[in-house]
Nanobody, 121 residues
Framework: QVQLVESGGGLVQAGGSLRLSCAAS????????MGWYRQAPGKQRELVAA???????NYAESVKGRFTISRDNAKNTVYLQMNSLKPEDTAVYYC???????????????WGQGTRVTVSS
């Protein structure tokens, strides 16, 4: 069973920092793109940042210059360093990865369970 497990959310004051981690586990042949999405109350889920297996990144305009996505391919883990946090960053953050399991040899999207980030003003 392939799964993504996130950690690192919590409550922080505006201007503070948090680091999210997401580890993929199971019988994995390969992982392509990995990313972070977020969903605030009453809003649609949106892409925050993504990173390819080669390390190319892209970010939502709202987080450019404040958030940094990175990955450790040896650990099948993606990170999101969030600095200068704002109240509008409050949301549930979800990890996403395009994974090819050994069992199916077919790439599909996997999602983590979500980790809540709350930024107080």
């Amino acid at each position: 069973q392939v799964q993504l497990v996130e950690s690192g959310g919590g409550l922080v004051q505006a201007g503070g920092s948090l680091r999210l981690s997401c580890a993929a586990s199971g019988s994995i042949l390969s992982i392509n793109a990995m990313g972070w999405y977020r969903q605030a109350p009453g809003k649609q889920r949106e892409l925050v940042a993504a990173i390819t297996s080669g390390g190319s990144t892209n970010y939502a305009e709202s987080v450019k210059g404040r958030f940094t996505i990175s990955r450790d391919n040896a650990k099948n883990t993606v990170y999101l360093q969030m600095n200068s946090l704002k109240p509008e960053d409050t949301a549930v953050y979800y990890c996403n990865a395009a994974i090819t399991p050994i069992a199916t040899m077919t790439v599909r999207d996997y999602w983590g369970q979500g980790t809540r980030v709350t930024v107080s003003s």
